[in-house]
């Protein structure tokens, strides 16, 4: 059973930077794309980045364009997000996603989530 | 960008009814529509993809159909643990979205 696990949640202030990192319990991780999808306090879900298995095709959410980066090394089977100017509007619970194999835009693990709260 | 817009936002009712809940696009998705199903404080779960396949190990209670633009999940007979919020996703092209949701509540 794949599991994944995120770390990096935390507190800054607005304009401050915070980097998300997704551990991936599989011996295949090279067989599917990751994403991170997010909700805020109360919200719904929005999905905010994907990479594909070789990293060359990477997607964004208008909302993070330019101040988000998402990065996968295969050999440590990790996906790593950095947030950069983050805003209040970026307080979330951001879920690690796995996308189904070689299926790109259908989650079936999710991580249990890491908290990022932005506030002065 | 899609917008997906589901209905209702909220639904009152008890175990063992049949329900169904909406979801439309606001351009064609084909098949390529999702439902999941997250529970208070617990990340989504992947019940349909691809409008009508269940995910492994959920139950055969639950269906979904539709084509293009509109899409239904239909829950055949609700059991206590099926009350949660449910999201459709497509994912016909980047950006991926959700729908706002559909809360069942008792």
């Known amino acids: 059973e794949v599991q994944l696990l995120e770390s990096g949640g935390g507190l800054t202030q607005p304009g401050g930077s915070l980097r998300l990192s997704c551990i991936v319990s599989?011996?295949?991780?090279?067989?599917?794309?990751m994403s991170w999808v997010r909700q805020a306090p109360g919200k719904g879900l929005e999905w905010i980045s994907f990479v594909s298995v070789g990293s060359g095709t990477t997607y964004y959410a208008d909302s993070v364009k330019g101040r988000f980066i998402v990065t996968r090394d295969n050999s440590k089977n990790t996906v790593v997000l950095q947030m950069n100017s983050l805003t209040v509007e970026d307080t979330a619970v951001y879920y690690c996603?796995?996308?189904?194999?070689?299926?790109?835009?259908?989650?079936?693990?999710w991580g249990q989530g890491t908290v990022v709260t932005v506030s002065s | 960008e899609i917008v997906l817009t589901q209905s209702p936002a909220t639904l009152s009712l008890s175990p063992g009814e049949r329900v169904t809940l909406s979801c439309r696009a606001s351009q064609s998705v084909a098949e390529y529509l999702n439902w999941y199903q997250q529970k208070t404080g617990q990340p989504p779960r992947l019940l349909i993809y691809?409008?009508?396949n269940r995910a492994a190990g959920v139950p055969a209670r639950f269906s979904g159909s539709g084509s293009g633009t509109d899409f239904t999940l239909t829950v055949s007979s609700l059991e206590p643990e099926d009350f949660a919020i449910y999201y459709c996703q497509h994912r016909d092209s980047w950006p991926y979205t959700f729908g706002q949701g559909t809360k069942l509540q008792i």
């Open positions: 996603a796995k996308s189904a194999d070689g299926v790109w835009g259908r989650v079936d693990v």
């Open positions: 599989t011996f295949s991780f090279t067989s599917f794309g």
């Open positions: 691809d409008t009508s």
